[in-house]
């Protein structure tokens, strides 16, 4: 599986050289088309359909103030625009492929009979290459991008005064992951060499994928399992509605500045020996009463918190192994999820099974007897 796991300089490039291409606008649905560009099966038909096994691009085209704008939609995007019309993802798919007349139709029939005003967040290429339209999001969508977070919030590491390690920093496809660790700070939970670091998670999607999120992270130490704790900053991004045309950054910036310092603040009181010790005396507490029958207390739990079986498998897998010596108690469960997000297919998905064993972590001691004396 792909991981995007960069240096903090790498992440710091990328984010840059990604806001300089941005090109958002906002626009009437009645000024914008759709066209499909593949490989046809059978070119001379009336409606031809297109070749399953080659790549189709979906083009969005907007009637802009400076003439046509051109951009090749991603899957996500693609995505979006079926929600807001009302058309199933799996049938949108299908007709494009299958029916492209009827795809157009349908598409343009909404947009124009149905019209709203509609912001696309695009990425401009090099060339006359067409833009990429990543995200099709509300006129009211909030721009928190991740070049604020590289202005305002990675700043404050080197001020906090103490030793910071950038565990990890990802851009993938839909967020920004951002895991910072405090060497300093370290607490043993259930027995001696059962240690874990304390740091902060930063989590952000510029596309409508997620909220803006800082979180506590613990890493356990043995094996380098970690966790997203508690949230103290989880933004939609939601705002006012915003006029038709290109959107600037420099009204970004002027719109948010209030919030920015917000959550500069937020971030230097999750920073801090207190907040670890917060964690620490919850993860201390955690019931030591362990499971029966491991295939059906990851059973119960994978209902629970929608794993999928390959997960399921994972986390009962790591279980019974218990690599950390640290048994099946619900300690022991936690880190058989954190274990298993290592084995999750993208960064994003590993983040959300991570966060899942906080989950674990806050449930309370009678929903645990139950998980751990399931026997079916």
């Known amino acids: 599986m792909t991981r995007t796991v960069e240096s903090l300089d790498a992440l710091m490039s990328r984010i840059v050289a990604e806001d300089r291409r941005k090109h958002d606008v906002i626009a009437d649905t009645r000024r914008m088309s759709v066209s499909l560009r593949g490989t046809a099966i059978d070119p001379r038909a009336g409606n031809p359909r297109f070749d399953h096994s080659k790549s189709l691009t979906t083009t969005l085209t907007l009637d802009a103030e400076n003439g046509l704008d051109e951009f090749v939609l991603t899957d996500h995007a693609q995505g979006q625009i079926a929600t807001d019309l009302g058309i199933p993802k799996r049938y949108f798919d299908r007709m494009k492929f299958d029916a492209p007349g009827l795809f157009k139709t349908n598409v343009q029939h909404w947009m124009q009979n149905e019209p709203k005003a509609r912001m696309i967040r695009g990425l401009t290429n090099e060339g006359n290459a067409p833009m ?192 950390n010596g640290v048994g099946k108690g619900q300690w022991g469960m936690l880190n058989a999820f954190t274990a298993a997000a290592k084995e999750a297919e993208g960064f994003d998905r590993q983040a959300e099974i991570e966060s899942l064993g906080w989950g674990l972590a806050q449930m309370a001691p009678a929903t645990w007897e139950k998980v751990a004396l399931a026997v079916k």
Do not use: Y
């Open 132 to 323: 990429t339209g990543r995200a099709w999001m509300s006129d009211k969508f909030r721009r928190l991008d991740n070049i604020e977070v590289a202005r305002t919030l990675l700043p404050e590491f080197d001020k906090l005064g103490t030793e910071v390690v950038f565990h990890q920093a990802a851009v993938t496809e839909q967020k920004l992951h951002i895991r910072a660790l405090f060497p300093a700070l370290e607490r043993d939970i259930k027995q001696v060499g059962d240690t874990v670091r304390w740091g902060i998670a930063i989590e952000n999607s510029e596309i409508g994928a997620g909220s803006l999120k800082l979180s506590g992270f613990v890493m356990v130490l043995i094996c380098t399992n970690g966790m997203g704790t508690n949230k103290v900053l989880n933004v939609r991004h939601v705002g006012k509605r915003e006029g038709e045309g290109v959107l600037s950054n420099e009204a970004l910036r002027a719109d948010d500045t209030a919030f920015w310092l917000a959550a500069r603040d937020e971030l230097r009181a999750l920073c801090t020996e207190a907040a670890f010790e917060t964690v620490v005396a919850q993860l201390r507490g955690l019931s030591d009463t362990e499971v029966i029958s491991p295939v059906a207390a990851t059973k119960v739990l994978a209902r629970e918190f929608a794993l999928t079986e390959a997960e399921e498998e994972a986390v009962m897998l790591s279980l019974v192994k218990d690599n």
